[in-house]
């Protein structure tokens, strides 16, 4: 997962930043997304894109990717944005907010996806680059994680839900849940309107 990276190490880059999201799809909750820096010849164990990982294996590559990054940023954005300016544009929001986040200036930035928008440093997206490029892998797992934990936390908040199980997914069961006790202040109205109406 290193070749993208290396060849731009070889063209005199130092500083190559990962960028990808998590949450695009989900019924409630905010939209994360990280950017992450690692040095040249640190090789992270088990790196790969973090749907692919279990929960528990992610959580342990969370803690290796923030103890050994030159730099990461993760940044939100929360469901009344989303609601506000769609989930396209908040994830562009998150993803450059990560990216600006970082306290180390990167050379060059790898985006995961087709698209991009308001980066202005050089860059280049990356089709699945989750699964290709080991600093947008490393970036997928702590967006990931994050708004995992985000959620989970708010299960307790907003019980009834099931919030720590499907992490606001579109499951039958929160589904049902949204049609028994209505919309709670995480949901994102603009995704829920058929199961209110």
Sequence with gaps: MITMEQELHNQGLRYIAGVDEAGRGPLAGPVFAAAVIMEEDKYI??????????????????????????????CSVDEGVID????????????????????????YVLVDGNRSKGLTLPHECVVKGDAKVACIAAASILAKVSRDRF??????????????????????????????????????????????E
């Design 151 to 196: 959620i989970c936390e708010c299960d307790g908040k907003y019980p009834g839900y099931g919030f720590a199980k499907h992490k606001g997914y579109g499951t039958k069961v929160h589904i049902e849940a949204i049609k028994e006790l209505g919309l709670c202040p995480i949901h994102r109205k603009t995704f829920c309107t058929k199961f209110t």
């Design 84 to 107: 506000e300016i769609n989930i396209l544009n908040a994830t562009f929001r998150a993803m450059l907010g990560a990216v600006e986040g970082l306290d180390v200036m990167p050379d």
């Design 45 to 74: 164990p088990d790196i790969k894109d973090s749907k692919k990982l279990s929960e528990k294996k992610r959580e342990e590559v969370y803690e290796y990717i923030i103890h050994n990054a030159v730099s990461y940023a993760i």
